[in-house]
C-alpha cells in the first residue's frame, strides 16, 4: 500500500505519537486529513504547521458519540469514502484501583476503548467505498502485559488489541487490513512524568506504526527483544512473570501515583 493520495481519519493528532504520524503522512504524499479535535486552537496551530494539507476539521472529544456520527458523516459528504483509519487519541490515569476516580475509570474505557470501537463502526462503509483500505489501532505494550497500578489502562488497551484482532478477521474479506500497534514507553506529554528516562521518540514510532499499516502486517510490538521476551515469560509462565514484578513492587506503584494525563 502507498500513502500518496490517500484519504486519512486521524484522532488525537495534535500532540505526541499522532501529531508525528500527521507528519509522515504529509511526507508519504497525504494531503487530505480529517482530524478529530477538542480545542479550536490546537487545529488553527495544525493548519498552520501543515500548510499544504487540506484539514477536514471535527471539532469534539472522542468520548462524545454525536461527535464520532458526525465525524463519519462529514468524510462521507465531504470525500465519499475512506482510505486509512488512524485510532490514536488515548490518555491515562494510573496508580491502585481503589485510588483511581470513577469518573477517570470511565473516561479512559470511553476515550481508549468505546471511541475506538464505535469510530470503527461508523467508517467501516467509508471503509469498504475505499478500493485498499487500512486500519490502524494504537494500544499499547500494558495491553499485552497486565501490570499492577494500570489496571484500568491496561485493560483498555487488551481490548484494543483483541479488537483489532477481531476486526483484521471480519473485514479480510473486504480488503480492509487492520494493524495494531504497542508502543512502549514513547517521549510525549503521556510521559511527562518519566522525563529523563530512556524512551522511544514518538517520530520512530510513529514511522514504524505507519510502515506496519503499509505493509498490512497485523502488529507491531515496541521495547526490542526484551518486551518479546517478556511477553513471552507472561503468556507461557505467568507465575514466574509475577515473582519478576513483586520484585520492585513499591518503586513501581510510587512511579504509577501521579501518573495522569488525561
Ligand atoms: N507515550 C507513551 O509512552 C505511549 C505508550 C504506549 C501507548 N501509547 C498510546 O499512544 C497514543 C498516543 O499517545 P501520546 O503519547 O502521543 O499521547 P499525548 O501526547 O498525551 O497525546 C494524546 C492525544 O490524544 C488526544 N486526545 C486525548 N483525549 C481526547 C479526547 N477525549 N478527544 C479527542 N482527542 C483526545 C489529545 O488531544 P488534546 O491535544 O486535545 O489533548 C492528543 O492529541 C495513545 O493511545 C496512548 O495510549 C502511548
Redesign the pocket.
Known amino acids: 500500500m502507498q500513502l500518496e493520495g490517500k484519504n486519512v481519519l486521524i484522532?488525537?493528532?495534535?500532540?505526541?505519537?499522532?501529531k508525528c504520524m500527521i507528519q509522515e503522512l504529509v511526507k508519504g504524499g497525504v494531503s487530505k486529513i480529517a482530524v478529530?479535535?477538542?480545542?479550536q486552537q490546537?487545529l488553527k496551530q495544525l493548519s498552520q504547521e501543515f500548510e499544504g494539507v487540506k484539514f477536514l476539521k471535527i471539532v469534539g472529544?472522542?468520548?462524545n458519540i454525536e461527535v464520532l456520527r458526525k465525524a463519519a458523516a462529514r468524510i462521507e459528504d465531504k470525500w465519499g469514502h475512506l482510505d486509512i483509519l488512524i485510532n490514536?487519541?488515548?490518555?491515562?490515569s494510573a496508580g491502585p484501583l481503589e485510588e483511581i476516580q470513577d469518573e477517570d475509570v470511565y473516561g479512559q474505557v470511553a476515550?481508549?476503548l468505546t471511541a475506538v470501537l464505535l469510530l470503527t463502526k461508523y467508517c467501516i462503509p467509508l471503509l469498504k467505498s475505499s478500493k485498499e483500505a487500512a486500519v490502524l489501532n494504537?494500544s499499547?505494550?500494558l495491553g499485552l502485559i497486565g501490570m499492577p497500578f494500570y489496571s484500568v489502562y491496561g485493560s483498555t488497551k487488551a481490548a484494543v488489541r483483541q479488537f483489532s484482532d477481531s476486526m483484521r478477521r471480519e473485514l479480510a474479506p473486504f480488503n480492509i487490513s487492520v494493524t495494531c500497534s504497542f508502543?512502549?514507553?514513547?517521549d510525549?506529554?503521556?510521559?511527562h512524568k518519566f522525563k529523563g528516562r530512556e524512551m522511544d521518540s514518538?517520530e520512530f514510532v510513529a514511522e514504524r506504526s505507519l510502515k506496519s499499516l503499509l505493509n498490512k502486517e497485523s502488529q507491531v510490538i515496541f521495547g526490542g527483544k526484551e518486551r518479546l521476551n517478556e511477553n513471552r515469560l507472561n503468556f507461557e509462565a505467568p507465575e514466574e512473570f509475577d515473582k519478576k514484578v513483586a520484585q520492585n513492587y513499591e518503586e513501581r506503584k510510587k512511579a504509577s501515583l501521579d501518573h495522569k494525563?488525561v
Open positions: 484522532t488525537g493528532g495534535t500532540r505526541g505519537i499522532g478529530i479535535v477538542r480545542d490546537n472529544d472522542v468520548a490514536n487519541a488515548g490518555i491515562v476515550i481508549n494504537i499499547s505494550g508502543p512502549t514507553a514513547t510525549t506529554d503521556m510521559m514518538p494525563a
